[in-house]
């Protein structure tokens, strides 16, 4: 059973920074895609950025040189650093998993089976 327990969401003003965590328990897969998703009120689901279990990585065009997503694969923690925030980046915050990694990496919800509860980002101008 994949559980995916996210943290680190907050309320900054606009310009500053957060740091998103996604810890992952019962993890013995050593091939995976880990990812970060967004949903705004009245909006679809959108992908933020994915990682690799090789750590390949791939980010969306609006968070593009001001996100980075990374991983500490020891501890089974994928991270979310989030600069320059921006009151568009205002969402709830998902950390997703795919288990059976295909090229090319996607940004595409529907290639993700396991999801998180969620956290919340609010950016205030």
């Known amino acids: 059973q994949v559980h995916m327990v996210e943290s680190g969401g907050g309320s900054v003003q606009s310009g500053g920074s957060l740091r998103l965590s996604c810890a992952a328990s019962?993890?013995?897969?050593?091939?995976?895609?880990m990812g970060w998703f967004r949903q705004a009120p009245g909006k679809e689901r959108e992908g933020v950025a994915v990682?690799?279990?090789?750590?390949?990585?791939t980010y969306g065009d609006s968070v593009k040189g001001r996100f980075t997503i990374s991983k500490d694969s020891y501890r089974n923690i994928v991270y979310l650093q989030m600069n320059s925030l921006k009151p568009e980046d205002t969402a709830k915050y998902y950390c997703?998993?795919?288990?059976?990694?295909?090229?090319?990496?996607?940004?595409?919800?529907?290639?993700?089976?396991?999801w998180g509860q969620g956290t919340q980002v609010t950016v205030s101008s």
């Open positions: 019962e993890w013995p897969y050593s091939a995976y895609y």
């Open positions: 997703a998993a795919d288990l059976c990694p295909s090229l090319p990496v996607t940004l595409r919800v529907s290639d993700f089976p396991y």
């Open positions: 990682i690799g279990s090789d750590g390949t990585t």
